[in-house]
């Protein structure tokens, strides 16, 4: 049915949102260099903020 078809995608979407904070939090434990790594780091962040509103984006349109 379309409902469990939308829960499935939300699961989904969820499970994709918890890798991409674990990843996230992975990457900011490492010790990182400030100088040269912050930068990436932060550009990392950034990435995942976009996918993580992308998901939730396709989330909303097809709900």
């Given at each position: 049915s379309l409902v469990s078809k939308l829960s499935d995608k939300g699961e989904n979407i969820k499970k994709k949102i918890l890798a991409l904070n674990s990843e996230l939090l992975k990457?900011?434990?490492?010790n990182?260099?400030?100088d040269?790594?912050?930068s990436r780091a932060e550009d990392k962040?950034?990435?995942v903020?976009?996918?993580i509103s992308l998901e939730l984006q396709k989330?909303?349109?097809s709900n």
């Open positions: 990457f900011s434990a490492r990182l260099q400030p040269d790594l912050s962040q950034k990435s903020s976009v996918d989330l909303s349109l």
